[in-house]
């Protein structure tokens, strides 16, 4: 990106049908990585902590748990 | 022209040192001297004192905001304290855990230091004073900080400590995550500039008479002005400062990834800290703030006449205004710095991460598509040309 959008100024200036075109090309980039941003955001993947009963269930299905017959 | 020809134009562009040499060699002696020196001179007069300074003032300020005295019994109001804790440093054993891996418990301060102190390289004080003029300077700045994050984890890893080892684990996640927004906010600098070279970013935000007339680039358009922020609180975070210390959390790590350094070793990951907030600072006055510029004064007009063995000395007086302007600026940011470190609270690490997976990325990336679309409307120009106060050229 870096590269890339360093030409976008001088593009503005002297060729606007390039600067269109790195426009185009940086944002259709962007627009992937939000893509696989907000596809982990929904799918919860990017959440530090889950949820409270989730992380309960869980940890009575591990063997630490059954084995020492915890509740 | 193709944006395979684009492409390749702009990966050219790198650093020239032969390029640097003849650009010291065309300023008249003796100051191509002291061009030339500059690198030496600022990482070893000016990073490791300030740095120092700066635990003396972290303390002063702390002690003010808690209305307590602070540091008072070395020197005239405690000035001397750094330099008496320096010593401590000196001659505290150096202690390692037996089992540690000590080779890379060696290392792992220095690389924490060469991170930081690195970064200065590319950083213009003055027109003439800055260690290195290079054309990828901000690439060059985000990629030896990265430096920093290898040295707590390494730090971390070889203590054989699981509170150091889980302090570590914590930085490395904390500062790979929000270089993403770091990177976002100096992308649209960049952008916007038109160039990656930090002394060509503060010459251009010389108002109203500099190439292009724009004003300093956080006023460039709302867009960056964001993005300000954005960079400023991912900054606060790469640096490891409250609100976002939990790689060194006291109440659950003990002291995180230096619990095991001693003596000078954890002086150098100390002092690695205040470099890293003095050098992200340094980066935000030059690249959004306007650098060593004040609003209708150009200080290269300074004219006074006066030699210094045989040479004129006006470079050296408009580089003294200059630095003076510049570290104005950036003293103005240390102490928004630590006036944030004690008066916020500590966040929880899934709020830490949330806070830059969740807010920060998606705001930086609007934003940098935001100055695109104010790039392409208004043709490059800033708010302040757009709404006719524009100076200087085209």
Redesign the interface.
């Known amino acids: 990106m870096f590269p890339v959008l360093r030409l976008f100024r001088g593009a503005i200036e002297t060729n606007m049908a390039m600067a269109w075109q790195i426009f185009t090309v940086s944002f259709v980039f962007i627009g992937i990585l939000l893509l696989g941003l907000i596809y982990e955001l929904k799918k919860g993947d990017i959440d530090w902590i889950k949820d409270g009963f989730e992380r309960a269930d869980a940890f009575k299905e591990t063997e630490h748990y059954k084995s020492r017959n915890i509740g | ?1 193709t ?1 395979a020809d ?2 390749s ?3 050219s ?1 790198a650093s020239n040192t032969l390029g640097n040499i003849t650009g010291y060699l065309l300023i008249p002696p003796p100051f191509f001297v002291f061009s030339f020196l500059s690198p030496v001179v600022v990482i070893l007069l000016f990073a490791m004192p300030f740095g120092g300074i700066c635990t003396y003032l972290e303390r002063k300020i702390s002690a003010d905001f808690q209305e307590r005295v602070g540091p008072n019994r070395v020197g005239p109001i405690g000035l001397l304290q750094f330099f008496a804790d320096g010593i401590k440093m000196f001659l505290k054993e150096d202690l390692a855990n037996k089992n540690a891996d000590l080779l890379v418990y060696n290392i792992a301060p220095a690389l924490v230091t060469a991170g930081s102190m690195g970064a200065f390289a590319a950083v213009p004080f003055a027109k003439h004073v800055m260690g290195a003029n290079l054309d990828i300077g ?2 060059f700045v985000m990629a030896i900080g990265s430096l920093v994050s290898l040295g707590i984890l390494l730090g971390a890893w070889s203590s054989e400590n699981k509170w150091s080892l889980l302090g570590g684990v914590r930085a490395a996640a904390q500062i790979v995550s929000y270089e993403i927004p770091l990177g976002i906010a100096v ?1 649209t600098v ?7 070279n930090i002394g060509d970013i503060v010459q251009m935000q010389l108002w109203p008479t500099g190439e292009g007339g724009h004003f300093w680039f956080i006023f460039h358009n709302p867009f960056v002005f964001i993005n300000f922020f954005v960079f400023f609180i991912a900054a606060l975070a790469e640096c490891n400062r409250t609100p976002f210390d939990l790689a060194e959390a006291e109440s659950e790590l003990v002291s995180g990834f230096n619990t095991e350094f001693s003596g000078m070793r954890f002086g150098l990951y100390a002092l690695a800290e205040f470099i890293d907030v003095i050098m992200f600072c340094c980066v935000a006055v030059a690249i959004f703030l306007g650098g060593w510029n004040l609003p209708f004064v150009d200080i290269s007009d300074i004219q006074t006449g006066w030699k210094i063995l045989g040479g004129n000395a006006d470079i050296l007086i408009q580089a003294l205004f200059m630095i003076i302007v510049f570290m104005a600026k950036v003293c103005a940011l240390i102490f928004v710095v630590m006036w944030i470190r004690w008066t916020l609270p500590r966040l929880r ?2 709020q830490l ?2 806070l830059c ?2 807010y920060l ?2 705001i930086g ?1 609007f934003n ?2 935001g100055a ?1 679309i104010w ?2 409307a208004f ?2 120009r800033g708010l302040i040309e757009v709404i006719g106060l524009a100076g200087g050229h085209h």
Do not use: Q
């Open positions: 022209m944006i684009l492409l134009s702009g990966f562009i901000v690439f992308l960049v952008m916007v500039a038109g160039t990656m690490v899934d991460m949330s997976w969740k990325i998606p990336l940098l598509l695109a790039m392409m043709h490059g």
